[in-house]
């Protein structure tokens, strides 16, 4: 069998590792306690060890084969499968040394991809040589630390807000920056970490927030996204979940809602009111896609509902995963395409290239949550584009598994900034460009180098530089759901300069002869 400590994904997000520990109830602890006259408190019981666990991709030939590692999975306890799509096929799935066996007696047939988890967990914890905040993963309070900080460094352009509470009592803390300018401004909200175990969307928020304050009044593009718009940034959306993963067990997926029985935790990213209770999440317990009693039956989510509901000017909304590196937008809960898909797909394409852009990190699925993963109903973006209104799209961010080294933090931060730098602008712009916008095109063609764009409109304050199309990809189309396909493919062919005039009927040329 093949052995590799990394191996090459770029698929799935994955499910995680059945959490054992429990946490008691801080505030009952403290009244036992008091109570008692007791002088200490209760050990905690003692973290989860992934020492010698594997991560193989096995290989599910059939229904029967497939059913036979869900029943494994159900019977073992270190037995977890990781794909959260688990289906024929490939399925990522983590083992303990003893639990292996399991699936040897069964026939699977299956490659090695991580050899060593807990290997990987306490490189994680090895911060780099210096004492920068993002040299390090860090715990919720120094999270919270953080974004306090930011506030009392830019008190006129930075606040904290508290968008609600957990389960457990934690609050949920964002930070809002917005600049000079009074009045109502289009709103994003970001939120990261929905899913406990995802350590690297935290950072990728937190570094965020500090690039837009540090560079605000020196940065000509971020001074104006600071100032027309309304930004809020949510790092850590499970504060649990996330808890619960540096004392007890790393690979936690749920937040730690109490479902009697022993079993603990809802998929907060299955709480959500559109398609709930459909395809692609769980009615059990102890499943890792267990949605719930309800929809916003959990305090996290129904917290983050009412935090968009109190603001209906936040029009974009992005919720950042790990790991698989993809981009994705609606729907999840249905194999139908949702009536903005041109202009989501535009927007994810364009957000993959600028995320390239910085450091050649190439996000290889681009597409709707239902085709291009797998059925996941009662997702956070479907919500939020279904109800909300908002322009939503979700990242898998890179990443081998959910354990990366402090090496990886500032490589993802910057690229995933990018992205989410992009889709402000682009609202600040005032979102999609329709045809009966456009008077022409102009183009700088840069043959391989690919095409820079500039967009002449009727609405001359929003006319101007659009992004570079890198051409030809057969998928990656121009502005206006692909009409200038032919233009644009001129372009690149000639590597000579184009304009395409738009006549009054908004139709373009059905042909365009290259110069």
Known sequence: MKSSFWGNRVDVEAGAARGMGRRLNAALVLALVTVLGATALPARAEEKSYRGHEVLHVQVENVVQLETLLALEAAEEDISIWS?????????VCVSPMQKSALDQAGFAYDVWINDVGALIEAERSPLAGNEFFEAFRTYQEYASFLNSLASRFPSLAQVVRV???????????????????????????IGCQHAREWLTPPIMAYTAEHLLENYGHDPAVTAMVDGLEWYILPISNPDGYVYTWNQDRMWRKNRRNNGSGSYGVDLNRNWAV???????????????????SAFSEPETAAIRDFLLARPNIQAFLDIHSYGQMMLWPWGHTPSLPPDDDDLRYLGEVMVEQIYA?????????????????PAAGNSVDYTYGDR?????????????????????????????????????????GGPIRCEDVVKF????????????????????????????????GKRYALINGKTAKFWECCFNTGQDMELAFPVNCKPPRTLDCP
């Open 358 to 374: 910085v450091n050649g990190k190439r996000y290889g699925r681009v597409g709707n949550i239902y085709d291009t993963i797998y």
């Open 442 to 473: 102009q183009a700088k063609c840069g043959g391989d180098s690919g095409v820079t764009a500039k967009a002449v409109l009727t609405d001359s304050s929003r006319s101007g530089d659009y992004i570079p199309f890198l051409y030809p990809s």
């Open 275 to 293: 398609g709930f209770g459909g395809e692609g999440s769980s009615g059990s317990r102890n499943g890792e896609t267990y949605r719930g009693p």
């Open 389 to 429: 209104g908002a322009w939503s799209l979700a990242f898998e961010v890179r990443g081998m598994g959910f354990s990366v080294p402090p090496a990886e933090i500032l490589p993802a931060a910057r690229e995933n900034m990018a992205a989410m730098k992009y889709l402000s602008a682009w609202l600040l712009r």
């Open 84 to 92: 959260e799509g688990a289906g024929v096929g490939e399925v990522d």
């Open 164 to 190: 609600g509470g957990s389960w457990e009592g934690r609050d949920l803390l964002a930070i809002r920056i917005t600049g000079a300018g009074g009045g109502s401004k289009p709103g994003v909200f970001y």
